[in-house]
């Protein structure tokens, strides 16, 4: 016999652990006339009823059931398949009893009823656990910024910082000082002008002073609804209220 999980001894150890519960749990219960016996001698046939028993259906669990789809299903063809052989082993121990408590077709459908039970807590108990949602890693992917979207404002650069990466646009005083990857540079225009300019770009206004490319930005700190950005090159942007929404809804919650 072949036990799914490769420890056939453990295995079958706890499947004879469970059926000795079950077994003294219908001692105790005594159904079908058992409380006429003593506790002792009840005991004894409810255990041998239902640990033999569930031995016969292990069996069959193990060697048919397990490859079948569906709980319902494997419990119908395992309790079927197994009744009429515990309806030889009860009725061996009815006779080694005092006491008849079962006519024939009344003992078929009881011990269909009670392996059915048996079986359905041992199907539960090995059941495999339902698998844990997978965790999947997601990140934003921007699209390099199209030339033409920042050509107008890049002409008003240096030649050495108009092919730059851009970084960000912060307004500083009366003027713009523009990061890039090649260094800063200070431009005379005002942050709204610049801000149109750079519309068609891939980038945020993040607060009434900063622009940033969304390319640049690494990581973003949240506090109170507003944030700090770390941007490329050690650079870091804060992030007022007001346009915290718009890096939300862009993936950086």
């Given at each position: ?92 121990l009815d006779m080694q ?120 930005i690494e990581g973003v ?33």
């Open positions: 016999m072949h036990f799914s999980d490769g420890r056939p001894l453990r295995r079958l150890a706890i499947d004879l652990a469970l059926l000795t519960a079950l077994g003294l749990v219908l001692a105790v219960l005594a159904p079908f006339d058992t409380s006429k016996l003593p506790l002792s001698d009840r005991a004894a046939y409810w255990l041998e009823s239902i640990v033999g028993g569930g031995l016969i259906g292990v069996v069959i669990d193990e060697l048919i059931g397990r490859r079948l789809d569906g709980f319902w299903r494997r419990l119908l063809v395992v309790v079927t398949l197994m009744t009429p052989l515990v309806v030889v082993l009860v009725g061996v009893t005092n006491h008849r408590f079962r006519a024939p077709p009344i003992l078929w459908w009881r011990v269909w009823v009670i392996s059915g039970l048996v079986m359905a807590v041992r199907i539960l108990a090995w059941r495999k656990p339902p698998a844990p949602p997978r965790l999947v890693e997601t990140r934003v992917v921007v699209a390099p910024p199209l030339p033409e979207a920042e050509a107008a404002f890049r002409q008003r650069l240096s030649a050495r910082r108009r092919a730059a990466r851009l970084i960000a646009v912060e307004a500083h005083d009366h003027y713009l000082r523009v990061h890039t990857d090649a260094g800063q540079e200070l431009l005379t225009l005002r942050f709204s002008d610049a801000v149109a300019e750079l519309a068609g770009a891939h980038g945020f206004q993040v607060h009434r002073s900063w622009w940033v490319a969304a390319d640049a700190s949240w506090r109170r609804g507003a944030g700090d950005l770390r941007l490329a090159g050690d650079l870091i942007a804060p992030v007022s209220r007001r346009h915290a929404p718009v890096l939300r809804a862009a993936g950086w919650a």
